[in-house]
């Protein structure tokens, strides 16, 4: 689907989780990289913390103000959440300790395992209940992706109250 509208993602500033994917890259372009381990026991969990978000509502006028001025008036703009939403635990999990370690760890450290997943999950958490706070949260029921590879059209929802995009607010 093409709509009547330009979505311009809003800016959010984050801090990280203590610890980032490491990668190597093959020679050949089309070849798949290697996540060299970050997390290298239980030790490392204590680098692993949920990131602190932030709505720079400044930055995101700006970007607004410039698509706008780039459009001309001939379509619509719509802010909407800058942030993407997927949460996937164990391929965060996966991308700080390597591939190769998962299927080891759930059998020889399994402590491991649910400790940072629990933590990884608790910072979800938080990042989503800290964009709330802000007024970043934006629905998702058009033609966004979802994780299946499909779109997210619905009639169903929202809810009586809820705010279509940061534009409204």
């Given at each position: 689907?093409?709509?009547?509208?330009?979505?311009?993602?809003?800016?959010?500033?984050?801090?990280?989780?203590?610890?980032?994917?490491?990668?190597?890259?093959?020679?050949?372009?089309?070849?798949?990289?290697?996540?060299?381990?970050?997390?290298?026991?239980?030790?490392?969990?204590?680098?692993?913390?949920?990131?602190?978000?932030?709505?720079?509502?400044?930055a995101?006028?700006?970007?607004?103000?410039?698509?706008?001025?780039?459009?001309?008036?001939?379509?619509?703009?719509?802010?909407?959440?800058?942030?993407?939403?997927?949460?996937?635990?164990?391929?965060?999990?996966?991308?700080?300790?390597?591939?190769?370690?998962?299927?080891?760890?759930?059998?020889?450290?399994?402590?491991?395992?649910h400790?940072?997943?629990?933590?990884?999950i608790?910072?979800?958490?938080?990042?989503?209940?800290?964009?709330?706070a802000?007024?970043?949260?934006?629905?998702?029921?058009?033609?966004?992706?979802?994780?299946?590879?499909?779109?997210?059209?619905?009639?169903?929802?929202?809810?009586?109250?809820?705010?279509?995009?940061?534009?409204?607010?």
């Amino acid at each position: 689907p093409i709509e009547a509208a330009v979505r311009v993602p809003s800016v959010i500033r984050s801090t990280g989780w203590g610890l980032a994917p490491k990668r190597t890259n093959p020679g050949d372009p089309l070849g798949a990289h290697h996540f060299d381990p970050v997390l290298n026991g239980p030790a490392d969990l204590e680098k692993l913390r949920a990131p602190e978000v932030t709505l720079d509502r400044e930055a995101t006028a700006r970007e607004v103000a410039a698509v706008e001025e780039l459009l001309g008036g001939i379509l619509p703009v719509e802010v909407v959440c800058g942030m993407g939403m997927g949460a996937a635990p164990l391929d965060h999990y996966s991308q700080l300790r390597g591939l190769d370690r998962i299927c080891i760890d759930l059998v020889d450290e399994p402590e491991l395992v649910h400790e940072a997943i629990g933590r990884i999950i608790d910072g979800e958490i938080a990042v989503r209940k800290s964009l709330e706070a802000q007024g970043a949260l934006t629905l998702n029921l058009r033609n966004h992706y979802a994780g299946s590879g499909g779109n997210c059209y619905t009639r169903e929802l929202p809810s009586a109250g809820s705010r279509p995009s940061l534009a409204s607010a």
